[in-house]
């Protein structure tokens, strides 16, 4: 199983690559303006840095969990959350002072942080050119463009609740699940996929469908980020046993929720059930 998952995983990431690095290509040759090439420069380096991709990767599979067929059209839609993503991790690394982002030095160290905040909404900018122009109905685009906006919504308020626990240095575990909830699980897991069905033409009866095992597992994700990188035992102050317990429950809430989805094609099902048991490993 994990050698076929990965290979997938592998496969994706290279397509969304080579469409990102199109995309900017393209927006590159269009422009006379010599510093605007520039900066088209540095978020090509930027986003073509080594990456996960998931994000990108589920707006595909949402797509084909809903019935969608063009997968040429959806993998061009998808690179717009690698943008979007890419202008959050921008303002980011500005907030945590940090100096390196995949591998490289990060936006505001390589150029200043005015530019590199500029450079940030440039991209989020950039993101919804490509969601706009995708060659899907526009209602169906517009209520995509919707779910990402609440989605971003509750983002920052997840972002700016961290910061304020962090301020009080006051963690509970109903405050540490709510700001994974809001900051993390639902732009990483649920609201690619929803996105990615409503680009197929999902109703909200099948958007509910998506929440259901995917939130648990966003959930799932951070937890799974925070005891590897030691946030859960420095930062937050509890034990890391305790929380790759909770991890497994919400992993296997998420599968057992997936597994008794009859609607939902084989083959995407298989490959969310090995994403969640990819998530649970530290």
Partial sequence: MAKEFNQVLLNFQKLV???????????IEKTAAPFEREVFNWLKEYSLRPAKRIRAILVNYGYFLAGGKNKQAILQASIFIELIHN????????IDKDEMRRGGKTLHYLYGQDMAMGAGDMASALGYEVLTSCPFPSEYKIKAINKINQTLSSTCYGQMLELKLREKKKFTKKSLLEMYKRKTAFYTLVAPLQVGALLAGADEKFLKKIEKFALPLGIGFQIRDDIQDGDIEKTFGFKK???QKLLEKFVAQAKKSLRSEKTFPISEKEFLLNLADYTKLI
């Fill in 241 to 243: 046993e305790k929380y």
């Fill in 17 to 27: 690559g080579k469409e990102i690095e199109k995309f900017f290509k393209q927006k």
């Fill in 87 to 94: 202008y959050l991790l921008i303002h980011d690394d500005i």
